[in-house]
């Protein structure tokens, strides 16, 4: 009796290894072509200017004008355009480390950490060094 095909054997002869590197290539290609879309979509709504700091584009400089989610979901892409604002690619770099701030818990004062695990305190004795 011969071996039969399970869903671990493989059956093209490529290794899972190929298969996963194939399905991730088609999988950037096509977040590649979605992103063209929409991008080319926002540059014929919207003013190339940036909505934040309000730096205009011209053909020379429009690769630094990038689309930006405002809802941050990068598969809300409605034809009107309403979820997308153009923003130069500071103003877009800064959006997204405002978003990362405000989820890493960044607006939490250096010093309020409130963990005990702490033990060494390397300026404890700074105060008894210095002169009154």
Avoid at 19 to 47: C, M, T, W
Avoid at 67 to 76: A, F, I
Avoid at 79 to 94: M, R, T
Wanted: with cysteine; hydrophobic share 25%.
């Amino acid at each position: 009796m011969g071996r039969s095909f399970g869903p671990d054997m493989v059956q093209t002869g490529k290794t899972k290894a190929d298969n996963v590197d194939a399905f991730l290539a088609r999988s950037r290609r096509n977040q590649g072509q979605k992103e063209k879309n929409y991008r080319e979509q926002s540059l014929k709504i919207h003013p190339w200017v940036c909505a934040r700091c309000a730096r205009e584009f011209t053909n020379r400089n429009i690769h630094e004008l990038t689309v930006h989610h405002k809802d941050s979901n990068h598969e809300n892409n409605p034809p009107d355009g309403s979820n997308w604002e153009n923003l130069c690619i500071y103003c877009h770099d800064n959006e997204h480390r405002r978003h990362l701030d405000y989820l890493e818990g960044a607006d939490t004062p250096v010093g309020d950490e409130k963990n005990d695990a702490f033990t060494h305190n390397p300026f404890g004795k700074l105060k008894g060094l210095l002169p009154k």
